[in-house]
């Protein structure tokens, strides 16, 4: 891991929990203004389909992108890169006439969060610690959370949906101007700046590489598709009350949450690789519970359950990455893995969609069995695959 001086850390590890708080903001804030901004554009609900797949392919292309980004400017420019594209999309979600322009500039939005994310997530695990990995990921949850209650009370104060994309697009703005003013303490011994051997010539398309993207793509088609369509489940097809399948899907963020911020305080101490059998056993319980739902409460008892089992899937593998696949392309690589992600959002939403439409929604407990069966038989190949590839002299693929 290399290191900086310990101010100039807190500084700017300060500025990429914010930066973090701000790019969970829009998650929060496009639903709750859907309603309002598809009555006033005289939209169909399924419209925003659209726009969740612009910004999508946005993300992933933003994604792929951002390690070369990085490795031919530097980390500080990738971030500013994806800022001024943020503020682009977020102004032009504001000024916006009909759907093909919001599709179009939710493909601006999604590169920029495409190229911010794995740029930030690269930087803390190469260059902090597994503490600061969780806190990273609780403050994106954090700003998600705000945005709802950010989002209606605007709208209640006067201020147009419009009005609240553009302030959107400012806080962009105020995150650039900071990463300019801290610039240096970003690239000062940068992502690409290791100390690899030069001999290593495995590609970043290694069987590793390849195996690292399936993991992400079920990971996050896991999550997408516990938290789409839980609450659907227990409301609609088990007769759960309405306020109370909302509690329900609550304490899903809220485990999910939780857990993520008890990484940032003893991440330092646990066993990442342990971590990451822990989570599936414990998403494999809920799962379970939710598959055989042997009393009403347990229907509801399983998200919990899941939202603790899932919230480390993702952060410990980015923080396991650069061990796994070295330093020198652990920038290139996260970029690839989150662009998996985007697309395991995509065809998981589609999926699960098309099961529930053709079986009813009880698919879902079983589908989220599987899935994790899955992942932990693609943990124990890549567990192997890693050790083969510790084992050989640098220069061998």
Not at 183 to 205: I, M
């Amino acid at each position: 891991m290399l290191s900086t001086p310990r101010s100039r850390i807190s500084g700017a590890l300060a500025v990429v929990f914010v930066s973090f708080v701000v790019l969970g903001l829009p998650d929060g804030v496009f639903g709750t203004l859907w309603p309002t901004q598809r009555s006033d554009m005289n939209l169909a609900v399924g419209d925003l389909s659209w726009i969740i797949v612009g910004y999508t392919i946005g993300y992933a292309g933003g994604s792929v992108a951002s390690g070369h980004i990085t490795a031919r400017w530097s980390t500080s420019a990738g971030m500013r890169v994806a800022l001024v594209a943020s503020f682009f999309g977020l102004i032009g979600f504001g000024l916006a006439p009909d759907l093909r322009s919001l599709v179009l500039v939710a493909i601006v939005v999604g590169g920029g969060a495409g190229l911010l994310d794995p740029i930030v997530n690269a930087w803390v695990a190469l260059r902090h610690s597994a503490r600061a990995m969780g806190f990273l990921h609780a403050f994106f949850g954090l700003g998600a959370a705000i945005g709802p209650p950010f989002a209606t009370s605007a709208l209640s104060g006067g201020i147009t949906w419009r009005g609240v994309f553009v302030i959107l697009g400012f806080t962009q703005l105020g995150i650039l101007a900071i990463v300019w003013a801290k610039r240096g303490d970003f690239d000062s011994g940068d992502l690409h700046e290791t100390h690899a051997d030069k001999t290593d010539t495995n590609h970043v398309e290694s069987r590793l590489l390849v195996l690292t993207l399936v993991w992400f793509f079920l990971v996050v088609g896991l999550e997408v598709s516990a938290s789409s369509w839980a609450f659907s489940l227990l409301f609609e097809d088990r007769g759960v009350a309405e306020g109370t399948a909302a509690l329900w899907m609550a304490s899903f963020w809220g485990t999910f949450t939780l857990v993520r911020v008890l990484l940032g305080i003893v991440g330092d101490h646990l066993p990442q690789e342990g971590a990451l059998w822990a989570s599936i056993g414990v998403t494999l319980v809920g799962a379970a519970l939710m598959w055989a739902n042997p009393s009403g409460l347990a229907a509801g008892v399983s998200l919990p359950i899941l939202g603790a089992g899932l919230s480390l899937l993702f952060p410990v593998m980015v923080l396991v990455t650069p061990r796994w696949l070295g330093p020198s392309r652990a920038a290139v690589a996260t970029g690839y893995q989150f662009g998996a992600a985007s697309v395991g959002v995509v065809v998981f939403s589609v999926l699960i969609g098309q099961f529930a439409e053709a079986s009813g929604l009880e698919v879902l407990g079983p589908v989220l069995f599987a899935v994790t069966v899955a992942a932990a038989v693609l943990l124990l190949v890549m567990r192997t695959e890693a050790e083969r590839s510790s084992s050989q002299p640098a220069g061998q693929a």
